[in-house]
């Protein structure tokens, strides 16, 4: 392992350091704790991924590894979706899912410079920036040809990483790639230059852990940028399942609706409003700004229009009911 990311990582149980075993595995510092370190990646998950087990993955991780020697990485996501991901899906949720891993790559970049924009952020920090929830490492690449310095990616699901491996090789960008849970970060205190986590927020099991655990490992004066879908959107549906106006069901509710329309489970997915936003960052980072999404991509739809004809008049409370949420921290 580089001694640059053994330098940063911790037992995300004690906070001890870690030492390197036989290249297979990490131990703290006390022997309580030992984490392997699969296909070059640490893994120091302590819960499944939504989707898979942890079993399942360490099982696709491996024929993604195989498969990655002869194939690029458009024909590698094509042959994951379609021959290796282990549970059965309608063809055509298969195909969208190739279709938005494509779209990805092409929309990263730009998605960092909107955010960079909206949060007035012009440079990034020349120490660590840690890309949180990076998938399939898109908007690590985005980050390294935007200049970061050192690009550490962290996802809770060892495929994604696998993918990522495979994405920044063939783009020829490096960035250190960690499987981890969000809610017990493995890095030690105080570390972190900058934290990019978008489109992750809503996704996570403990959003308060998220955050906090965010605001440990970034140094005083760090930044975190992030984005939040918002649950009471007006202008645009549930961005996950399409569907108008989900967010206004009782939580309880989403997961068998979601089931009657037909779109399978609604979970690993939970968005947050606007007011339950504002709560949690006051707790975890008191210092923060939160800004709306001014480039709605529904501004096309009927509601959109209104949206957008009105907002100088009304512009408080288009907060309350905008799609998206940009938020960015100081510690
Ligand atoms: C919608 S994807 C966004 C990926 C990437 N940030 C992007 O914008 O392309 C959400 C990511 O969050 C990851 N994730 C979900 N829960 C997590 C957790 N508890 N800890 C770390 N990553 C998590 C998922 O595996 C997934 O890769």
């Given at each position: 392992?580089?001694?640059?990311?053994?330098?940063l990582?911790r037992?995300?149980?004690?906070?001890?350091t870690l030492?390197?075993?036989d290249?297979?595995?990490l131990?703290?510092?006390?022997?309580?704790h030992?984490y392997?370190?699969l296909?070059?990646?640490?893994?120091?998950?302590?819960?499944?991924?939504?989707?898979?087990?942890?079993?399942?993955e360490s099982?696709?991780?491996?024929?993604?590894a195989?498969?990655?020697?002869?194939?690029?990485?458009?024909?590698?996501?094509?042959?994951?979706?379609?021959?290796?991901?282990?549970?059965?899906r309608?063809?055509?949720?298969?195909?969208?899912?190739?279709?938005?891993?494509?779209s990805l790559?092409?929309?990263?970049?730009?998605r960092?410079e909107?955010?960079?924009d909206?949060?007035?952020?012009?440079?990034?920090?020349?120490?660590?920036?840690?890309?949180?929830?990076?998938?399939?490492?898109?908007?690590?690449?985005?980050?390294?040809?935007?200049?970061?310095?050192?690009?550490?990616?962290?996802?809770?699901?060892?495929?994604?990483l696998m993918?990522?491996?495979k994405?920044?090789?063939?783009?020829g960008e490096?960035?250190?790639?960690?499987a981890g849970?969000?809610e017990?970060?493995?890095?030690?205190?105080?570390s972190l230059?900058?934290?990019?986590?978008?489109?992750?927020?809503e996704?996570v099991s403990d959003?308060?852990?998220?955050?906090?655990?965010?605001?440990?490992a970034?140094?005083?004066?760090?930044?975190?940028?992030?984005?939040?879908?918002?649950?009471f959107?007006?202008?645009?549906?549930?961005?996950?399942?399409?569907?108008?106006?989900?967010?206004?069901?009782?939580?309880?509710?989403?997961?068998?609706?979601?089931?009657?329309?037909?779109?399978?489970?609604?979970?690993g997915?939970?968005l947050i409003?606007?007011?339950?936003?504002?709560?949690?960052?006051?707790?975890?980072?008191?210092?923060?700004?939160?800004?709306y999404?001014?480039?709605?991509?529904?501004?096309?739809s009927?509601?959109?229009?209104?949206?957008?004809?009105?907002r100088?008049?009304?512009?408080?409370a288009?907060?309350?009911?905008?799609d998206?949420?940009?938020?960015?921290?100081?510690?």
């Open positions: 392992m580089h001694q640059k990311l053994l330098s990582l037992c995300p149980q004690t906070g001890e030492t390197e075993v290249g297979r595995s131990v703290n510092q006390s022997g309580t030992r392997p370190v296909h070059g990646i640490p893994d120091f998950r302590h819960f499944d991924p939504p989707y898979m087990t942890r079993q399942e099982d696709a991780a491996d024929r993604i195989e498969a990655s020697r002869d194939m690029d990485y458009d024909a590698l996501i094509e042959f994951f979706e379609r021959k290796i991901f282990p549970h059965p309608p063809a055509a949720k298969i195909d969208a899912s190739i279709e938005h891993r494509r790559a092409i929309r990263s970049p730009s960092l909107s955010l960079l909206i949060t007035a952020r012009q440079a990034l920090p020349k120490g660590v920036t840690l890309d949180l929830g990076c998938g399939s490492g898109e908007a690590c690449a985005a980050l390294k040809q935007r200049g970061a310095a050192m690009t550490v990616g962290l996802d809770i699901s060892l495929v994604e993918l990522a491996k994405l920044l090789a063939e783009k490096e960035a250190y790639l960690v849970c969000a017990a970060l493995p890095f030690a205190s105080e230059d900058f934290i990019y986590s978008p489109d992750v927020i996704h959003q308060s852990a998220y955050l906090s655990e965010a605001q440990r970034l140094k005083p004066g760090g930044n975190l940028l992030l984005n939040s879908p918002n649950r959107s007006i202008v645009s549906p549930e961005p996950h399942i399409g569907v108008w106006f989900f967010g206004f069901l009782p939580r309880a509710a989403m997961d068998p609706v979601c089931k009657l329309l037909g779109k399978g489970g609604y979970i997915k939970r409003s606007l007011n339950e936003l504002r709560a949690i960052l006051d707790r975890t980072f008191p210092k923060h700004r939160i800004e999404r001014r480039s709605n991509p529904q501004s096309h009927l509601p959109g229009k209104v949206f957008f004809a009105t100088a008049v009304a512009e408080p288009f907060s309350y009911v905008c998206q949420h940009i938020i960015i921290t100081t510690k």
